[in-house]
C-alpha cells in the first residue's frame, strides 16, 4: 500500500491548463502503475490516464486525448497529469490512484489499491 497525496486542482475558465499532482510514500514507486481517475456527482468514476511503473508506457482515455498527459517522476515519488485546452465537461474531482499491476498501463479502477483523497477541478464556460 501508498498513501497518495493530490494536489493542484483550482478554478479556471475553458481553454485554460492545469497541473495535477500526485505524491507518494513509499520507497517502492516505480512497483506501481498509476493512474488518474475523475468522478462527478452522480457519475461512476472515469479512467482518464495511466502510466506504467517504469514510466514507458501511458495511456489515455479518448475523451482527453491530445489534451492531456501524464507522466511520472520515480526520484520524486510523484506522478503528475498536465491538463490542457480544458473544458467545462472536464470539472470533476480527479483522484490519482496505484495498481501493483506495474507493467503496462491500467484502465480499470478495479484494478487500482491505493486511491488519494481527490482534487477538485472546475472550469466554467
Known amino acids: 500500500q501508498v498513501q497518495l497525496v493530490e494536489s493542484g486542482g483550482g478554478l479556471l475558465q475553458a481553454g485554460g491548463s492545469l497541473r495535477l499532482s500526485c505524491a507518494a510514500s513509499?520507497?517502492?514507486?516505480?512497483?506501481?502503475?498509476m493512474g488518474w481517475f475523475r468522478q462527478v456527482p452522480g457519475k461512476e468514476r472515469e479512467f482518464v490516464a495511466s502510466i506504467s511503473g517504469s514510466g514507458g508506457l501511458t495511456g489515455v482515455a479518448d475523451s482527453v486525448k491530445g489534451r492531456f498527459t501524464i507522466s511520472r517522476d520515480n526520484v520524486k515519488n510523484t506522478v503528475y497529469l498536465q491538463m490542457n485546452s480544458l473544458k467545462p465537461e472536464d470539472t470533476a474531482v480527479y483522484f490519482c490512484?496505484?495498481?501493483?499491476?506495474?507493467?503496462?498501463?491500467?484502465?480499470?479502477?478495479?484494478?487500482?489499491?491505493?486511491w488519494g483523497q481527490g482534487t477538485q477541478v472546475t472550469v466554467s464556460s
Open positions: 490512484a496505484a495498481s501493483p499491476v506495474s507493467g503496462a498501463p491500467q484502465t480499470r479502477a478495479l484494478l487500482y489499491t491505493s
Open positions: 513509499g520507497r517502492t514507486f516505480s512497483s506501481y502503475a
